[in-house]
């Protein structure tokens, strides 16, 4: 039986994350499966945070291929080096992004994304996935966004 989350309405993004992470580690601390644990985690930051499309690109053949999302039909496959997620990717780190438009290479998969903010999943120190965050605003994300994505992230891997 699936369990409800709690949603903040508040307006302050750290109240919104710091009841919504709790939660996500709740509901992935006893599945062991990993696409499952992308499935809810997508799911709760969409639904917790009301971000216009979260998802994750999984490194499979040494191309990001989409995985678990929320929102509107995605690109499939990201070529390394290839957008704001294949970035992020090849340079080991998270990029904000605050106008898609003005990045180098970006991939529109969806023309309502104006910002992005994607945060790489590791394996011994490996990129194994990426988790990608879209909104339908510029300028969206902040080192807020970062900090506690960064985190969900760390929960994650741990499961690796």
């Known amino acids: 039986m699936a369990e409800e989350l709690t949603i903040i309405k508040s307006k302050d993004k750290k109240d919104r994350y710091a009841s919504l992470i709790p939660q996500i580690e709740a509901l992935i601390s006893t599945e062991n ?28 053949d040494n191309v990001l291929v989409l995985g678990p999302f929320q929102g ?19 340079e080991n780190r998270t990029l904000i992004v605050e106008d898609v438009d003005k990045f180098p290479g970006h991939i529109a998969c969806n023309s309502g994304s104006r910002s992005e903010i994607v945060v790489p999943v590791r394996k011994d120190g490996h990129v194994k996935l990426v988790l990608d965050v879209d909104s339908d605003n510029l300028s969206e994300f ?3 966004d970062k900090e506690y994505l960064e985190f969900l992230v760390g929960i994650l891997e741990a499961k690796l």
Do not use: H, P, Q
Not at 33 to 60: P, Q
Not at 74 to 90: D, E, P
């Open 33 to 60: 499966d990993l696409i499952a644990n992308l499935a809810n985690i997508a799911a709760a930051l969409k639904e917790g945070m009301g971000f216009f499309w979260v998802g994750f690109y999984i490194v499979k």
């Open 72 to 90: 509107s039909v995605a690109c499939t496959r990201i070529k390394i080096g290839n957008g704001v997620c294949g970035t992020s990717w090849t």
């Open 142 to 144: 902040d080192n807020i």
